[in-house]
């Protein structure tokens, strides 16, 4: 299917993602009161559990019945590519957050995205945190909301009287920017780890005024970024210093243009 989509295709792939999303906090939530992880490593070290496998596979099923395209590509982070080479493709993390996950901390979520492969840009993004019971969701032209409440970040806001989010420290030195995480405290009295979803969830509500976020992958950022676009925010995605993943800075654009140029970001 070549043609652009509609605002009703959009609106109904935009609740095809929340449904999706929000199925998976079955399993989730089960795991999360006890039942065994199993928990395992993959191949970049990091931890994968059977809650993560059984959520995919929830995710995977609920998109690929989606009647407004039919079938479309399907990118998991723990299954990878499953599809026929369409143009539009889901891409699905379905714990951001194993870590804290793991360690029985609730700010964890699922991450959904459509991609389109035409121009590389994402048209749906959903990030839903099943423990908290909120439910990011926006779309290309309709706005973003978290609980049906229109999400707008776009005032006038200044870096001192804003909280800055940053992911982990680990990433910042993976991706060799420990010395802008050095930089952002020189800046800001107020610079906090919130990480994964639950960071970016904060600024697209505008508790923070802006994140930096590095290395991540496509299924930790595209929703994001449909989500901050269309919350009126500003996002700043470069090539990332770890092949294959992006250094990410967003949230308000006059927090965003002022930490840019004091740290070069690029």
């Keep these: 299917m070549n043609k652009e989509l509609t605002t009703d295709q959009l609106a109904q792939l935009r609740e ?48 690929l019945s989606e009647s407004v395209l039919g079938p479309l590509d399907i990118l998991g982070e723990e299954e ?53 019971g909120q439910t990011y969701a926006a779309a ?56 994964d979803c639950f960071g970016h969830g904060l600024v697209i509500s505008g508790s923070l005024g802006a994140m930096m976020d590095p290395a991540l992958n496509p299924w930790d950022i595209l929703a994001t970024q449909v989500l901050i676009e269309e919350a009126k925010g500003k996002i700043l995605l470069v090539p990332s210093s770890v092949h294959g993943k992006v250094d990410a800075l967003f949230g308000n654009q006059h927090v965003v243009e002022h930490i840019a140029r004091e740290l070069s970001f690029a």
């Design 80 to 132: 990878g590519l499953q599809g026929t080479g369409t143009r539009w493709r889901w891409i699905v993390d379905p714990i951001d957050g194993t870590r804290s996950f793991i360690h029985g901390i609730p700010l964890f979520g699922t991450i959904i995205a459509l991609l389109d492969m035409q121009d590389n840009n994402p048209v749906v993004g959903v990030i839903h945190l099943p423990l908290l």
């Design 140 to 195: 290309r032209g309709l706005g973003a909301t978290c609980q049906g409440t229109k999400m707008d970040i776009s005032g006038n806001r200044f870096l001192d009287e804003v909280m800055i989010g940053v992911g982990d420290i680990a990433q910042f030195t993976s991706a060799n920017r420990l010395s802008d995480y050095n930089w952002l405290q020189h800046l800001s009295g107020y610079v906090r780890g919130y990480t």
């Design 16 to 63: 095809t993602a929340v449904k999706a999303a929000q199925a998976a906090a079955v399993p989730i939530q089960a795991y999360f009161d006890g039942q065994p992880l199993d928990v395992q490593r993959k191949g970049d070290g990091s931890p994968v559990t059977l809650a993560d496998k059984e959520a995919e596979a929830l995710i995977r099923a609920q998109l």
